[in-house]
């Protein structure tokens, strides 16, 4: 089969999935797809996609299955048992999981697979702008023909990273979200500890972005903060979810990840105080509401839901 006529299935028309799934139809590709949201799937179908009844009807007809879900809990549910869309998968199919997700779930799952079925997990990031404007990074793990028949399907959502073996496009997303935690607690304090002696807030943010300090979440996200809105497209309880997956991998370590238990413990308690479903940057709001004062700042910010 040429690869161009390859049918794709996608599972997950969320903030992500689907302007990822956009980016696909955009590109020419075939793509059917199914989510539990018929609205989201009927947007879809009008911009060229084409509807199917289930996950599993989904699966049936794709040559490259996509799944872009919120949790792993969601992706066993859907893929996962006698019924899922696992099964419905035909011999030489590819499922590209591209959900940030637990190693071990993927890898039982990818014991469960049909004969010759591959499985592919290559998580993203670069949040929803990056999804609108196909400039995501995707961190690919699985077999080396798996990944090379995926890539060119990948490239069109944006930079791909090949990463090593299955479940190891986890391991490097996890990573990049750890240390994004980090910086966004410390972009908080930071923020705070200037304010409070005496510096403007537009000059202590150029003067971070242009300088050691500087990093994505100071770039990127700081306008989710000075607008007020602390980007909901993101909210605490994935954040949490992400935080409990970084604590498995630091299993494997024999020391403590001081910073990142810290972190997960900000993050908690900013849950507790806004609900689990507030905007990430609520990890700095409390810094700011908790030393009176306010990150507010005039400017034209737009919001990463809107590029």
Avoid at 175 to 181: G, H
Wanted: aromatic share 6%; charged share 20%.
């Amino acid at each position: 089969m040429a690869f161009l006529e390859e049918v794709i299935g996608f599972i997950g028309l969320g903030n992500m999935g689907g302007p990822m799934c956009d980016h696909l139809i955009k590109a020419g590709r075939v793509v059917h797809v199914y989510d539990i949201n018929r609205d989201v799937m009927d947007e879809a179908v009008k911009r060229g996609a084409v509807a199917t009844e289930s996950a599993s009807a989904c699966a049936a007809v794709a040559d490259v299955l996509l799944t872009s879900l919120p949790r792993p809990d969601h992706v066993e549910d859907v893929m996962g048992g006698e019924s899922g869309a696992l099964r419905s998968l035909r011999q030489g199919c590819i499922w590209v999981d591209l959900t940030t997700n637990q190693i071990d779930l993927l890898q039982r799952l990818a014991s469960q697979a049909p004969d010759d079925v591959q499985v592919v997990d290559s998580p993203v990031t670069g949040a929803v702008d990056g999804a609108r404007t196909a400039s995501l990074t995707l961190f690919v793990g699985g077999e080396s023909d798996a990944v090379e028949r995926v890539v060119p399907v990948l490239g069109h959502l944006g930079l791909v990273i090949p990463t090593g073996r299955l479940g190891s496009g986890n391991v490097v997303k996890l990573v990049t979200n750890q240390l994004w935690f980090i910086h966004a607690a410390a972009l908080g304090e930071g923020l705070a500890l200037g304010l409070a002696n005496g510096v403007e807030l537009e000059t202590l943010w150029y003067a971070i972005k242009e300088s050691v300090g500087d990093s994505f979440v100071a770039r990127h996200d700081a306008p989710s903060i000075f607008s007020g809105h602390y980007d909901p497209s993101f909210p605490l309880d994935l954040c949490l979810k992400d935080l409990g997956l970084i604590q498995d991998l630091s299993a494997a370590l024999t020391s403590d990840l001081v910073l990142t238990s810290t972190v997960s413990e900000l993050f908690g308690r900013a849950a507790d105080r806004y609900g689990r479903e507030a905007g990430e940057l609520h990890v700095a709001k409390q810094i700011e509401e908790d030393n009176a004062l306010s990150f507010q700042m005039d400017g034209h910010w737009t919001p990463p839901w809107e590029v």
